[in-house]
Every structure is written in structure tokens, then in C-alpha cells.
């Protein structure tokens, strides 16, 4: 992918806060109208209707555009448990936060002085009538689509192989874009977690129950305690009462991370199972070799790209099929092999390898390894999709070949 996929992530986050802008100056005008003098400042309901506008339009504007694509795929895998521990977490993450917001230094007189200005903006919002749709339902559905369903997704298909610096960049815009210095290490840590749950399931959708829950949980905080200058010693009466909420807090956010990492489902497999569609229904001779094979035959817990083995005779076919459905990176050249089709494709922002007549270079000679029907020996049922596994003792005998000792532990 080229540097172009960069710029559009940081143009997004530039759109977004042009929007803000903008929906800002048309509420303004259209208040000056109303009250019949020029306002250069929206009181509190006016200021819920700048950001009804600003929100809706951001929404608006990322899915029709496509910057952020829709799917229901996510939410017809029927992710019950994925979504209840992504509200755990968000509850379990409330009190670690106010503990680190409350560590923070103290700003210079200026920057102070904004932050001052930014929470009572924050408290008008809290006690105006629909502030709670603004903040707990609108923002949270506006702001995962642009930073994870349109920002993270183009870093993510710009460079897949390096996830997690495109996750901590994605996390980065997110706290820039909240414009309050003293809110950059929670948008940022939150933003990392927010991130990594996209890159698994390539999903707004647990992002935007996890945003609603972090939200709801403040908004509820405020109402029960409403000073903006609160402290955990002044919820809890002691310092050691706090560090005690903190511990138990800890407690259950990390399960609940645990727990995630367990049941989301993984971004490859939702991609595998549109490939196989798409493949099957044409007709094509393949099978999936390689880390996803060991993956799905319970010989790996980790797997980053798909390796697809097809049948010469038909590469070309399933090359197209392919194209169609995600980006053809340029071809390479590897010294340890001399195989006559080899393609990258970024599907979803999976890297996937299409390869047929593969030929593995050993000692100079050259060890022909095709497709053949005889080994493809299992298929695994990926909900009701049916996906044909090369053989494990072939792909023995290929990482034996290849030098790679542990993956031929795996096989055994």
C-alpha cells in the first residue's frame, strides 16, 4: 500500500473536526436568527444542538461515503458474549481512570484556563435535557465510525503487518481529536483498547457498546457526584479506600480483556469465510495452508495472514475472484522459493497469499509442492461455510524444508 492510505487516515480526522466547526457556525447563525442578535457564544440547549448536528452529519457522511463501510455480518455472528464484556470492561476501566486523571500534573495558567472552559462545557452538556444522547448515544456511534471503521481501517490496509503501531497511531488521532490536554492519556489508553477490539473483529459495533458503557458510567458519576474537582479520596474517604477501589476495579477490567481475547472473533476468520464463499461458489480447487490451517486444526492460537493453495490450472480464476474483494499488492521475490503463481491481496485489511505451483528451494534444489486433490484431507465448518484443509503432514514436510522447526512441532 502507498503513503496515499496515511494522509486519508489523518484527512478523516481532519473532516471530522471541520464538521465540528461548521455544524458549530450554522448553530450559531441560526441562534443569532432566533434571538434576533448576533450570538458569539451557544448557551447549553443550543450547544446540544450543534452537537446533534455535528454527530449526525459525521455519521451521515462516513457511511454514505463508504470512508467507514457498514456491515451486519458482525452482529448476525451473534456476538452476545462479546458485546456483555466489552460493557464489563468499560466499567471495570471508570475507577483506573479518574486514579491516573488524578496523577496528572499541574498545567500552565493558559492551558488551565481552557481546560476550565472545556469542563464546564462538559457540565452544561450533563445537565441539559439530551445531554445523555449526545454524549452516551450519538458521540459513541460518530466517533467509532471515523477512528476505528474509516481511520484505523485505512492504517490497517496500509500496513496490516505492523497492527499494533497502526492501532497506537489510530489511538494518537483519537486523543488529539478530543482537543482537552487533560484528556490525552484517557482517550489514548481507551483508543488502544478500542483499537485492538476492531482489528480482531473488523466491527464498530463492540467499540460503540464499549464507548456507550465509558460514557454511560461517567454521566451516572457526575449526577451522584457533580463537582468536576472530585477525587477517588473524596468518593471512597481515604486514600487507602481508593487504591482498594483501584485494585478491585483492576479486577475486573482484566478479566474481562481475558475474556474478550477469547471469545472475539478473529478478523481473519470473518475474511476466510468470505473468501471460501466466493471461491466455492466458482468452482475452485484450494484449501488453506499454513498457520490458518494449524489455527483451525488447533495447532495455533495466533495467526496473522491466510495462506490460500489452489490449483494451478485455475490461480488465474481465483486471482480475479480475489481482486475483486480486496488490493493487489506488487509481487516480490523470495530467494527460499521459486514458485511459478505467488500473489498478496489486502482483503478486510487481512493479508492473504494466493499461491499454486509452489516450489520450495532447498540445498539448490528445487521441491515441487502442488495442490493435489489427494491432500486435502479435512474440512472445517466455519458457520455453515465449508473450508477444505491441506494435509498436515504435507505441510510437515514443507516447514521441515523450510527450517522451521516449530511449526514442524506443530504438525506432529
Not at 480526522?13 to 441562534?31: D, E, G
Not at 456507550?212 to 477517588?232: C, G, K, R
Not at 495472514?305 to 506488487?330: C, F, N, S, W, Y
Request: glycine letters at 6%; a neutral charge; proline letters at 4%.
Amino acid at each position: 500500500m502507498n503513503k496515499s492510505n496515511l494522509f486519508w487516515a489523518v484527512g478523516y480526522v481532519i473532516i471530522f473536526l471541520a464538521i465540528q466547526v461548521m455544524a458549530q457556525y450554522v448553530t450559531i447563525s441560526v441562534a443569532s436568527l432566533v434571538n434576533g442578535a448576533p450570538l458569539t457564544e451557544l448557551d447549553a440547549m443550543w450547544t446540544i444542538v450543534s452537537l446533534v448536528l455535528f454527530s449526525i452529519s459525521s455519521i451521515a457522511l462516513f457511511t454514505l461515503a463508504r470512508w467507514s463501510p457498514v456491515s451486519r455480518s458482525f452482529v448476525l455472528s451473534r456476538p452476545w458474549l462479546v458485546l456483555a464484556w466489552s460493557v464489563v470492561a468499560a466499567i471495570g476501566a471508570l475507577i483506573p481512570s479518574l486514579f491516573v486523571q488524578g496523577l496528572l500534573p499541574e498545567w500552565p495558567e493558559e492551558i488551565q484556563h481552557y481546560i476550565d472552559k472545556m469542563e464546564a462545557l462538559a457540565t452544561q452538556l450533563m445537565n441539559t435535557t439530551g445531554g445523555y444522547a449526545v454524549v452516551c448515544l450519538l458521540a459513541p456511534v460518530a466517533e467509532e465510525l471515523v477512528f476505528r471503521g474509516a481511520v484505523l481501517r485505512t492504517l490497517l490496509e496500509w500496513k496490516p503487518q505492523r497492527r499494533w503501531t497502526m492501532i497506537v497511531l489510530s489511538a494518537l488521532l483519537f486523543a488529539f481529536a478530543h482537543l482537552n490536554p487533560a484528556q490525552l492519556l484517557h482517550p489514548f489508553v481507551i483508543g488502544l483498547l478500542l483499537g485492538w477490539m476492531y482489528e480482531r473483529t473488523r466491527s464498530v459495533i463492540p467499540g460503540i457498546v464499549y464507548h456507550w458503557a465509558n460514557n454511560t458510567a461517567a454521566y451516572m458519576l457526575y449526577h451522584v457526584y457533580p463537582s468536576t474537582d472530585i477525587t477517588l479520596t473524596d468518593i471512597f474517604g481515604s486514600e487507602g479506600r481508593a487504591l482498594m477501589a483501584v485494585a478491585f476495579s483492576l479486577l475486573i477490567i482484566l478479566p474481562a480483556i481475558f475474556q474478550l481475547n477469547m471469545t472475539m472473533k478473529t478478523a481473519q476468520l470473518a475474511t476466510l469465510k468470505r473468501i471460501a464463499s466466493k471461491l466455492n461458489a466458482n468452482g475452485i480447487t484450494w484449501a488453506v495452508g499454513g498457520s490458518m490451517m494449524l489455527y483451525l486444526r488447533g495447532r495455533a492460537t495466533n495467526v496473522h495472514d491466510i495462506d490460500l493453495m489452489v490449483d494451478e490450472g485455475q490461480v488465474e480464476r481465483a486471482r480475479e475472484l480475489l481482486g475483486t474483494m480486496g488490493k493487489h499488492l506488487p509481487d516480490k521475490d523470495n530467494a527460499q522459493y521459486a514458485t511459478r503463481h505467488y500473489h498478496k491481496f489486502v482483503i478486510d485489511g487481512t493479508e492473504v497469499d494466493l499461491i499454486a505451483g509452489f516450489v520450495i528451494l532447498k540445498d539448490g534444489v528445487a521441491h515441487e509442492c502442488p495442490l493435489l486433490k489427494k491432500d486435502i484431507t479435512d474440512r472445517h465448518d466455519l458457520e455453515g461455510t465449508s473450508i477444505p484443509l491441506h494435509s498436515l503432514s504435507v505441510w510437515r514436510e514443507y516447514y521441515s524444508l523450510m527450517g522451521r522447526t516449530e511449526k514442524v512441532a506443530m504438525c506432529e
